[in-house]
């Protein structure tokens, strides 16, 4: 079966960096995207990986390992907006995203 | 309107009247989707359109429909709603075409429902 796997919750202090984890096992592989979704509102994109390596975007990085089938997404200058649930989701062979449950960021001042 | 737009925002509803949700955006984007969001499950398909006059199945297509008459509207609609049914369903869409996409998805601000 396919799995997206990433941590339920994870605690950082506000000005700290805070790396999210997600490992997969998909039916074909079509890029992998990290979306942001604040309590109660809609998930809002953030980045997409299709080769190995890291994309850079502002406070956002995220990184992607192919082989390993792992990705990460990287959080610098923690601020307390950034508190929210991070999805990682990966396009299968078939075109369709196949979600993680998300991981829960509690930023603390 | 900029994005997407769903309707109602909540609604509670008696196990086993008929309900129908709707999507409309204006992005001109060929693709559509719905999905549920349950605590502790990922998103989940219910059912997508590549573009307008076709529809398809998603990973939990059982006790709903779709349509898609035009490009901008999409609507989900329980035949039957049952308690399992309750659920925030978002919509969301993306540029694709006709056959396979990788392009980013655009979700709407999510509609809660509640069966009882």
């Known amino acids: 079966g396919q799995n997206i796997d990433q941590p339920t919750e994870m605690t950082a202090t506000e000005g700290a960096i805070v790396q999210i984890n997600c490992t997969y096992q998909?039916?074909?592989?079509?890029?992998l995207f990290w979306y942001q979704q604040h309590a109660g509102e809609a998930p809002t994109f953030l980045s997409y990986n299709v080769l190995d390596g890291l994309e850079e975007k502002g406070r956002f990085s995220s990184f992607l390992s192919r082989s390993k089938g792992y990705s990460y997404l990287l959080l610098k200058e923690l601020q307390m907006k950034d508190s929210a649930s991070y999805l990682c989701?990966?396009?299968?062979?078939?075109?369709?995203?196949?979600w993680g449950a998300g991981t829960k960021l509690i930023i603390k001042p | 309107i900029a994005g997407i737009t769903q309707a109602p925002t909540s609604q509670i509803l008696a196990a086993g009247r008929r309900m129908t949700l709707r999507c409309t955006q204006d992005m001109r984007h060929n693709a559509m989707y719905w999905y549920r969001q349950d605590l502790g499950l990922g998103l989940r398909l219910i059912h997508y359109?590549?573009?307008?006059?076709?529809?398809g199945k998603g990973e939990v297509p059982d006790g709903y429909s779709v349509s898609r008459a035009n490009t901008d509207d999409f609507p989900l609609t329980l035949a039957s709603a049952v308690p399992s049914q309750t659920s925030v369903y978002f919509c969301?869409?993306?540029?694709?075409?006709?056959?396979?996409?990788?392009?980013?998805?655009?979700f709407g601000p999510g509609t809660r429902l509640t069966v009882l």
């Open positions: 989701a990966v396009m299968d062979s078939n075109y369709q995203l196949i």
């Open positions: 969301a869409s993306s540029e694709g075409g006709p056959t396979g996409h990788t392009d980013t998805q655009y």
């Open positions: 998909t039916s074909g592989f079509n890029g």
């Open positions: 359109s590549n573009t307008a006059g076709t529809t």
